[in-house]
C-alpha cells in the first residue's frame, strides 16, 4: 500500500515541486491549497494521475483528510515579500492557526511533520553565514515581522507538539529559491531582474546592491527537504546554497546570461531587509549527507528558458 502525504500550500513553487517529487517517489500525494498565492497552472498536470488529489481549503480552519495519512509537509504561506506584506493578516494567520491546525492533523493521522520554516527567522542577522543555533535579530513590529514572527511562532509550535504530544517532527529552514514555476510579479529579485531584463526594462536594484543572496535551485532544495522527512531529525536544519553574491553583482549576471540591453537603476532599501544571507549547511551535509549540485549560471539558465515560455518569448 502506497505512502499517503499530505502537502499544503501544494499549488505554490515549491510545495508544487514537492508534488512532483513525492509522486515520482511513489508516494500518493493529497493537496491543499486555498489559491491565495498558489496557481492551479503549476500542479494541474498532476490532475489525471490517480496518486494525486487536490482539496481546495484554507488550513487555518479545520482540515479533514479521510483514510491514512504517512507525511504531512506545511508549506501554506505567502513566502514573497510584495505578498506577505499586502497580506499581513493571512500571513500571520497561516503561521499560527493553520500551523496548529496542520500540526493537530499530523497528530490525528500519527504522522512525521514537516515545518517550511525560512532562513527570515534570522533576520537580519548578526552572524554570518548563519548557523541553525543562532537566534536571530528580527523587528517584530516591522512590515516584514509578519513573515519572520509568523515562522518563528510556527517553529515554537512544531517542537512544542513534538515535546508534549511527541509528534515526529521536522524544520526546515529554506534559504533564497528560484526555478520554473516562480512567479514573475512575486517582488522577489530573481524574477523581478528576468522580466525586466526579458522586457528590455531598466533592472531595479534596492540600496546599493552590496546585500547579499545566495541562491539555492529548486531541485536541490526539495531534495534536501525529502531527506529531512525521511531521517530523525528533529531539530531546525539549514538548507540552501552557500555560494554567496551580492544583489548588484546578480542583476550583472542576469543581464549577461539574458544579453539583455536593460540597464541597473538603484532605488532606496526596503524597511529592515537584511544585509546578508548565506547558509551554513554543515548540519545538512553531516546529517542528510546532502549539498547542493546546480551551479547559479546552469539554474538560472532553466529558469530564464521558463520564464521566455511564460512571455511568449
Keep these: 500500500m502506497l505512502k499517503v ?14 508534488c512532483d517529487k513525492l509522486i515520482s517517489n511513489g508516494l500518493k500525494v493529497v493537496c491543499i491549497d486555498n489559491l491565495l498565492t498558489g496557481s492551479i497552472e503549476n500542479i494541474e498536470h498532476l490532475f489525471g494521475n490517480e496518486n494525486f488529489s487536490f ?62 520554516s525560512t532562513s527570515e527567522v534570522y533576520g537580519d542577522p548578526k552572524i554570518h553565514p548563519q548557523t541553525e543555533d543562532y537566534w536571530g535579530n528580527v523587528n517584530p513590529v516591522g512590515p516584514r ?35 520554473p514555476k516562480m ?22 536594484v534596492f540600496g546599493d546592491g552590496s546585500q547579499t543572496r545566495s541562491f539555492c ?27 554567496e553574491i551580492t544583489i548588484k553583482q546578480f542583476a550583472e549576471e542576469v543581464l549577461e546570461i539574458t544579453k539583455s540591453s536593460s540597464k541597473i537603476i538603484y532605488k532606496p532599501l526596503p524597511i529592515d531587509d537584511p544585509m546578508v544571507r548565506q547558509p551554513d549547511i554543515t548540519k545538512a551535509k553531516k546529517l542528510l549527507d546532502w549539498e547542493p549540485k546546480i551551479d547559479r549560471k546552469e539554474g538560472l539558465k532553466i529558469t530564464i528558458e521558463y520564464f521566455k515560455r511564460k512571455l511568449g518569448i
Excluded at 488550513?59 to 483514510?67: A, K, L, Q, R, S
Excluded at 517542537?159 to 534559504?175: E, L, N, P
Design 5 to 18: 502525504a499530505v502537502v499544503t500550500g501544494g499549488a505554490g513553487f515549491l510545495g508544487s515541486h514537492l
Design 55 to 116: 482539496i481546495k481549503h484554507d488550513v487555518t480552519n479545520f482540515i479533514h483528510v479521510p483514510g491514512k495519512v504517512d507525511y504531512v509537509f506545511h508549506f501554506a504561506s505567502p513566502a514573497s515579500p510584495i505578498d506577505y506584506l499586502k497580506l499581513p493578516i493571512q500571513t500571520l494567520k497561516v503561521g499560527s492557526l493553520g500551523t496548529h491546525k496542520v500540526l493537530g492533523l499530523a497528530k490525528d493521522k500519527n504522522a512525521a511533520f514537516l515545518l517550511a
Design 145 to 179: 515581522g509578519v513573515y519572520d514572527e509568523a515562522k518563528r511562532f510556527a517553529e515554537a509550535m512544531t517542537m512544542a507538539y513534538h515535546r508534549f504530544h511527541g509528534v515526529k517532527t521536522r524544520i526546515v529552514r529554506i534559504f533564497n529559491t528560484y526555478g
Design 183 to 204: 512567479r514573475l510579479d512575486d517582488g522577489r529579485a530573481l524574477p523581478a531582474f528576468v522580466g525586466q531584463a526579458l522586457r528590455g526594462e531598466d533592472i531595479t
Design 217 to 243: 535551485y529548486v531541485d536541490d532544495l526539495i531534495e534536501g527537504i525529502y531527506r529531512l522527512m525521511m531521517s530523525e531529525i528533529t531539530d531546525p536544519v539549514n538548507i540552501g546554497n552557500p555560494s
